[in-house]
């Protein structure tokens, strides 16, 4: 589904990915998992369309997304949730997640994707008339994720869902991602919670440095990353 | 600056030196003046614009403020040099009025904060002094245009000399510095403050004396006059478009502004500022550098070859 | 004496819608793509010539042309957009409030100039049969036509408001406010936002020029003004909310008139400006401000 070949990615001058190569089946839940400021949520951002890659070839079915705008990758069928949710606080949950169905083909099943996310996430549904500027972290991610849910994509990126939430929600959150997986949408997940990923994860990638250091299915990985625990965990 | 550059240089200013005495054309000795004006606004707006960064849309309250305390000072009976000098340090008291709670915000505020005031002056200024003011009759019998000259030259070698100096100091690389990543300069013990209110202070004065140099050249003005906006603009767009942040940029700018003008007068009144806005939008669109940095991108172009 | 005072007062309401719906164009445009277009005066300008042109050559009314003005100035604003702004999207925020301060100003400049070519320098005004129409209620006097502009800059506000708020095109525009990056991860083209902003600003200035031109006087200077008066308000009302600016913008009348009736005329013409310099020095968010400036 989605082919990444040797992307080379740039910030200004600074390269800040070298080489990565990767590759995203269809129902797959795939984990990139790396220390921080390995280049995982840079690899995330080049496959959105938020950061142009200096070379290399992303492909998602038959689509060359290498020059795409962000925008028009969404309407692909490729939807991230950037760290931290980022959702738009003075607005109402409701209009969050409205504004999730903007592209053409998402508005059109606006309703029915409403209640699939309500389905997922109950709490949505009971506060969707505040502001969400007043919802609590743990909201504002599950938030974060229906919204990017609305779109209908077919593959999801989420960027540390799990990041500053308390352990119990965790566990839902990490729940809820299993489900949206088996429920159809592939899922990309970026996360340093190494072990939660691994449990959830088909296959999954190790980036350092900017430079894929390993991958494999998630079961081969939990047993190289008891090596590598040391500075993984 | 090499031995060649020097000879140049001197060679300039020699020829500037000896305009009056070989060209008796007044016109051209007036136009002579009006480049050597511009060249002084546009380099002192150029300290705090270019070489500081700090956008100021105000300059031409500085301009004014010189204007008006040299008239005064010097229609009174005070001698030529004490009411320049006068002029310079009100423009500076202005400057610092204003700079002190206004650099303490961004970077936009600063700029039409600036604006404000010189708007405020314009105004207050002209509602104030609506009257023209005249040198009178027995001192414009003897009025004489080459002193005036000279002293608009001294005025901007003065300005662009202290902009040389200031920008080869320790000072001026402080001034940079803070220009180009205020926090960083900060956090290595340079006080951006400090530095910016000294660029603004040096860039008020000589746009005070300037205007205490038009006060002196001028026979008879309406006070308001010198505050208008248009002398803050054109300044800003000779910088730019001759090259902002360099010494020798609004130089060109000023030559090129004066030429134009005076290409265009017999065409259409006025067209020679659209052709400049024109420029000056494309000069920050493309051409950041302006006309030195043309310059410097077609020198370094056919070195390679 | 009371008499008086009231009148000015009421002058000043009337002339500060004017003022807000100025500002609220300029705050549109600068709240969602943070360029600081100084050229705004100069569309208000020439959405007054617009309407006086259309008058003094073909009769038409200038409450009937205003459809004519807002599609004059939405065209003018995408032309100088597709031209000149559209090229710094991609800039840093300070970069861009930089630049579209410098490029908005070398605009102004030649905008003014042309049309100074091609107007001449003369005042103008529209003077239609109801121009001289007055409504008198307590003793003051309310003259129709700026009653009826009144009118209108209020419902353009409201129109406005209600697109922010209800349209799914308006909901973007605020989304593209909040965070453009998250927005753009909706599917939004944050390009065409900067464009649909930047040209409703412009026809929201030349709405308010073409009620300046029946109202009040036009010439081709007056640009710069307004701009400093749209500022002064946009500051003054806090940027990032649309009715403050709009109140923001009568307050300004009321305050001019005010100074102008107790104090003297000199003081009635830059009271708007050391007020701004004062919200700026004191408290640069504004009077509602919602979000720093």
């Known amino acids: 589904m989605l082919t990444i070949e040797k992307i080379d990615a740039y910030y200004g001058d600074l390269q800040s990915l070298w080489g990565i190569s990767m590759q995203v089946n269809e129902g797959e839940l795939v984990a990139l998992i790396g220390p921080n400021g390995a280049g995982k949520t840079t690899t995330l951002r080049v ?55 903007f592209v053409g083909r998402a508005r059109k099943v606006k309703d029915a994707s409403l209640k699939w996310v309500y389905q997922i996430f109950p709490r949505l549904e009971e506060r969707k008339s505040q502001r969400a500027g007043t919802l609590s972290g743990g909201e504002r991610q599950m938030l974060a994720i229906g919204r990017a849910l609305m779109s209908k994509p077919r593959l999801l990126l989420l960027d540390e869902p799990s990041f500053g939430l308390a352990p119990i929600l965790v566990e839902h959150m990490f729940e809820m991602i299993k489900e949206i997986n088996k429920q159809g949408v592939t899922v990309l997940l970026v996360e340093q919670n190494v072990r939660a990923a691994l449990e959830l994860a088909h296959r999954a990638y190790v980036i350092e440095n900017g430079r894929i250091a390993g991958q494999g299915t998630a079961k081969d990985l939990v047993s190289f990353e008891s090596v590598r625990s040391a500075y993984l965990a | 600056m090499n031995r060649r550059q020097i000879a140049l240089l001197l060679l300039i200013i020699a020829i500037l030196a000896a305009l009056p005495v070989v060209i008796k054309s007044d016109s051209t000795i007036n136009l002579a003046v009006y480049v050597l004006l511009y060249v002084s606004l546009a380099s002192s707006w150029n300290i705090l614009g270019g070489f500081s960064g700090q956008t100021n849309l105000g300059h031409a309250a500085f301009f004014g403020a010189g204007t008006l305390a040299t008239r005064f000072l010097w229609l009174s009976g005070w001698n030529l040099f004490p009411s320049l000098l006068a002029g310079g340090l009100l423009a500076v008291a202005l400057a610092l009025l204003v700079g002190i709670p206004a650099f303490r915000l961004r970077g936009v505020y600063f700029a039409i904060g600036t604006l404000a005031l010189s708007q405020i002056l314009y105004i207050t200024v002209g509602n104030t ?44 690389l402080g001034i940079m510095a803070v220009r180009e990543e205020e926090d960083a300069a900060e956090s290595l013990g340079v006080s951006a403050l400090k530095h910016k209110l000294l660029a603004l202070s040096v860039s008020a004065f000589f746009g005070g004396l300037t205007g205490g140099a038009f006060a002196f050249y001028h026979v008879g003005y309406y006070p308001q006059l010198p505050f208008g906006i248009e002398w803050t603009f054109d300044s800003m767009m000779m910088a730019y478009i001759g090259g902002v942040g360099t010494i020798v940029g609004p130089i060109i700018g000023a030559v090129f502004f004066v030429i134009l003008r005076e290409l265009l007068a017999l065409k259409l009144a006025e067209m020679h500022l659209i052709v400049f806005g024109t420029l000056f939008i494309l000069v920050v669109l493309f051409l950041p550098g302006g006309f030195v940095g043309v310059w410097e991108k077609t020198r370094k172009a056919l070195a390679r070859r | 004496m009371f008499d008086a005072l009231a009148q000015n007062l009421v002058y000043g309401i009337l002339v500060g819608a004017l003022y807000g719906l100025a500002a609220v164009g300029l705050s549109l445009v600068f709240g969602v793509t943070k360029f600081l277009n100084v050229a705004h005066g100069e569309f208000l300008m020439f959405g007054g010539y617009a309407s006086f042109w259309l008058f003094t050559l073909w009769k038409v009314d200038p409450f009937v042309s205003l459809p004519a003005a807002i599609v004059f ?68 006097r309310f003259p129709i036509v700026r009653l009826a502009s009144m009118g209108i800059a209020f419902v353009a506000v409201v129109a406005l408001q209600l697109f922010l708020r209800r349209t799914y095109t308006g909901k973007a525009l605020r989304a593209t406010v909040e965070n453009w990056e998250a927005a753009t991860l909706m599917g939004i083209d944050i390009q065409r936002v900067y464009l649909l902003s930047f040209v409703m600003g412009a026809a929201l200035a030349g709405v308010a020029g073409a009620l300046v031109s029946v109202g009040y006087s036009i010439d081709p200077t007056m640009g710069m003004g307004w701009t400093l008066k749209s500022l002064v308000v946009m500051v003054l009302g806090g940027l990032g909310s649309i009715t403050g600016t709009f109140v923001g913008g009568i307050i300004l009348g009321v305050t001019e008139s005010a100074t102008g009736y107790f104090l003297s005329l000199t003081y009635k013409e830059v009271v708007g400006l050391v007020l701004f310099i004062l919200v700026l020095i004191f408290r640069p968010q504004g009077l509602f401000g919602t979000k720093e400036g």
Not at chain 3, 94 to 99: P, R, Y
């Open chain 1, 47 to 101: 496959i959105s369309g938020l950061l142009k890659p200096g070379s290399g070839n992303i492909r998602f079915h038959d689509h060359n997304l290498g020059k795409e705008s962000a925008h028009k990758i969404v309407e692909l069928g490729i939807s991230q949730v950037l760290e931290g949710g980022k959702i738009f606080t003075g607005m109402s949950v409701l209009e969050n997640l409205e504004l999730g169905a």
């Open chain 2, 129 to 172: 002094f609506s009257m023209i003011s005249s040198i009178p009759a027995q001192d414009l019998a003897v009025y004489q245009l080459a002193p005036r000259y000279y002293l608009f030259l001294g005025v901007a070698l003065l300005t662009t000399g202290t902009g040389y100096v200031l920008v080869n100091s320790r000072l001026g």
């Open chain 3, 73 to 140: 100035l939405l065209v003018l604003g995408a032309v100088f957009y597709k031209l000149l702004f559209g090229r710094m999207v991609k800039l840093t925020e300070a970069e861009k409030i930089q630049n579209t301060l410098l490029v908005g100003f070398g605009l102004s400049l030649i905008l003014q100039n042309l049309a100074l070519r091609f107007w001449t320098a003369d005042t103008r005004s529209i003077t239609t049969f109801y121009s001289g129409a007055v409504f008198t209620f307590a003793g003051v």
